[in-house]
């Protein structure tokens, strides 16, 4: 996985499970004088090893807080379709010095999850699909909010290599975020998300306002092949 180090402390996981475009990072507010961002990798779900399947396990039995829940869908469904639809990549968002090797020390270390998606509605969205990479299903869990990861998670040292891996051709990454969704929007912006001036109508909560950066191509080395799809392990 793609990693920026950083100390970090591991913190009891509490139960966790709405638009499948949409990405949430609702959440308390942090408090700079008591809270540090830790550090993070991003993981892909769609390899093959003893770790991805050990997180994968983990990811599937997330929760999120019901005001959450108006904003994205949980990766109990959005990672089985990932898994059948070549062009979605699903990653989790673990603790940088974490190697979890069972499903509770995955639940205590695993603090989101996510996907790319290569196809989408990207022609919707923007004016060169080919070019772009759409971020999805994006949420922190309740238990690692207000700590800064929604916002380090989405930028460009952390996600940009993970995106120029998946998608070699693409320039910008775009995601869709509910009006309603005022948290999630501050994110986005603090992550070098701007606007775009668009807005999408297909989502079951309301307008989604569409917005997007350049992919940071200094962020990464040469993009490796892509491997094998797993199969769902719920």
Known sequence: ?????????????????????????????????????????LVRLDHDTDETRTLREAVVR?????????????AVR??????????????AMVLADARPTDRLTALDTCAGFGIIDLRGLLRDLVDTPERAALLRAYYVTPEWQGR????????????????AEAAPRAHEIVLCVNH??????????????????????????????????ALDTGAHGVPGPRNERTENTQ
Do not use: K, M, W
């Open 180 to 213: 309603a969704n005022e948290a999630g929007t501050r994110t986005y912006l603090a992550a070098g998300f701007v606007p775009t001036g668009r807005t999408y109508h297909g989502g079951p909560n309301g307008p989604q306002q569409v917005l997007s950066r």
């Open 1 to 41: 996985g793609v990693s920026v180090r950083g100390r970090a402390r591991v913190r009891p996981p509490a139960p966790e499970g709405r638009s499948s475009v949409a990405t949430s990072t609702t959440g308390r507010a942090a408090d700079p004088a008591t809270e540090q961002t830790p550090g993070l990798r």
């Open 62 to 74: 997330q929760r999120l807080a019901p005001e959450q829940r108006r904003f994205v869908t949980e």
């Open 78 to 91: 959005t990672l089985p379709q990932a898994d059948t639809d070549p062009d979605r990549i699903p990653f």
């Open 148 to 163: 800064g990861i929604g916002t380090a998670a989405c930028s460009a040292p952390l996600l940009d290599p993970l995106v």
